[in-house]
């Protein structure tokens, strides 16, 4: 019986590959063949084919070795400064702006405009990028010792000029630009890359009447760290899905055994699995759990490490927050797995529903992005229509890019659902993507208490609509 089935495997393969006009004939007896056998067996083997073919391992064969890497950044990243920031800095109104980092110590902006195998500054490099206007294409400058790829030209020569803070400033006189945007910024992290050390250097070389075209370049940097492009779009979805995969193979590999492993060890697992696939995290994954037990939720436990480990029973609801950089773009990410009791097959309909819930509070929120709303606005209007369809609505979703809480509107923070000033006045921008993360809280009967599906999707906002970039958890993952 056993050669037989393999046999009737064989030729079940290749009959699902021939031409349609094959299948039309041939294969129909082939599969009143195998009707003769277990239908059982026959679906077994079908559903092992289907895992094989969405098996992580398929979506980690897309990762790129690393000169390949470092070619897709340099060209994401030429597309960037050449087709991208004349028309930021034209909507800014800026004609100049100004980098300044030292070696290990670098604007967060900056970083983002090195060559790929320029993995920090190098001494004291000193970036200028300039609009000439009339349409003509930008002028960008390193006022450095070593070239900066072909990304900027080399603007000193230290054997004829020494002093490199005298060079910048003669290069400035001699643009003449109207106002000079440093990265400056009380409000926002992210824009505020200039030390005090170096800005007081500079404005003190720069002398009192260039000094005053200096301005914030506030708006300018947020724009240019949020802004996605078309080729970025082209691949950001499959960071995702990467992301995606490994959380997948945490749940669902067999890795996970109950009794015995614990929140730590998967915690772990990721952190290995991502530089076994030479990944790395942006930040430490963390891994809880929700059971028919008297414990109420707790947010910042949720989200952070725990006094004891705990291990992991049959009937846990497991939450994951794990989150990816990969081709200087990142990931962040939260799902939800179910642990099987004995003879179960699914999660129990209680917990579906309460998974509902959060898809519901999904849909309310991103139906409302438009492009010049606030954070704040959108944030309001999200909560009191969840509040009337009668789900318990927690958001809390960031910019997401070259960083992981990134530049950009913020949508509320979960200690902050009356809005967030400042950082949740910004508007929303085209092109532009999301970390939409919230919560729906639903009280469970069987269990007593309430419970939360913490969900954290990864979304690209065109101006006109949200789109999951990878799709998005609507059911349990399984561990058996």
């Known amino acids: 019986m056993q050669n037989n089935t393999i046999r009737l495997r064989r030729i079940y393969t290749l009959a699902s590959r021939l031409e349609s006009i094959v299948l039309s004939t041939a294969a129909l007896s082939l599969f009143s063949i195998m009707a003769l056998y277990s239908t059982k067996t026959l679906a077994n083997e079908l559903a092992q084919d289907n895992v094989k073919r969405l098996s992580p391992a398929s979506v980690y064969d897309q990762i790129m070795p690393m000169r390949e890497r470092s070619a897709t950044i340099d060209k994401l990243l030429s597309d960037k400064l050449n087709n991208t920031l004349p028309e930021l800095m034209r909507r800014e109104g800026i004609d100049m702006w100004l980098l300044i980092s030292r070696e290990y110590n670098e604007d967060p902006v900056l970083k983002t405009m090195l060559p790929s195998t320029w993995l920090s500054a190098r001494r004291r490099t000193i970036l200028l990028i300039v609009d000439p206007g009339e349409g003509k294409p ?3 400058y390193a006022v450095a010792r070593y070239q900066v790829d072909t990304l900027f030209k080399k ?18 006189a001699q643009i003449n630009p109207q106002k000079i945007a440093i990265n400056k910024s009380e409000h926002f992290a992210l824009a505020d890359g200039i030390t005090a050390t170096e800005y007081l250097a500079f404005t003190e070389k720069l002398g009192n009447e260039l000094a005053k075209r200096i301005v914030s370049s506030e708006k300018l940097a947020i724009a240019w760290l949020e802004t996605r492009t078309q080729l970025e779009m082209e691949l950001y979805p499959t960071i995702v899905k990467i992301g995606h995969a490994i959380i997948k193979e945490a749940y669902t590999s067999g890795f996970i055994k109950p009794g015995i492993t614990t929140t730590d060890d998967i915690v772990w697992w990721l952190r290995d699995k991502s530089r076994s696939l030479a ?11 929700q059971r028919a037990s008297a414990e109420k939720f707790n947010h910042i436990e949720a989200f952070s490490k725990r006094a004891e480990p705990l291990v992991v029973q049959r009937g846990d609801l497991l939450h994951m927050d794990f989150g990816i950089n990969y081709l200087r773009l990142n990931t962040d990410q939260q799902q ?7 003879g179960e097959l699914d999660a129990p309909d209680y917990l579906k529903v309460a998974l509902k819930n959060g898809n519901r509070l999904q849909d309310i929120f991103t139906d409302l992005f438009e492009v010049g709303k606030t954070g704040n606005e959108i944030l309001k209007a999200a909560r009191s229509q969840a509040v009337d369809e009668g789900i318990k609505p927690s958001i809390y979703t960031h910019p997401l890019g070259y960083h992981g809480h990134a530049a950009g509107t913020t949508l509320g923070m979960w200690d902050s659902q009356g809005g967030v000033p400042i950082q949740g006045d910004y508007p929303l921008h085209a092109n532009t993507a999301y970390s939409i993360e919230l919560n729906a809280a639903t009280f469970i009967e069987q269990w007593g208490k309430e419970i939360r599906i913490m969900l954290e999707e990864n979304a690209f906002f065109d101006g006109k609509t949200v789109t999951y970039m990878d799709g998005r958890q609507t059911e349990f993952h399984l561990v058996k």
């Open 138 to 140: 930008l002028e960008r």
């Open 279 to 289: 990944l790395t995290n942006w930040f430490h994954p963390s891994v809880s759990i």
């Open 155 to 172: 603007a000193w020569d230290k054997e004829e000029e020494p002093d490199q803070w005298q060079r910048l400033v003669d290069l400035i």
């Open 336 to 342: 939800h797995a179910y642990v099987l009791n004995e």
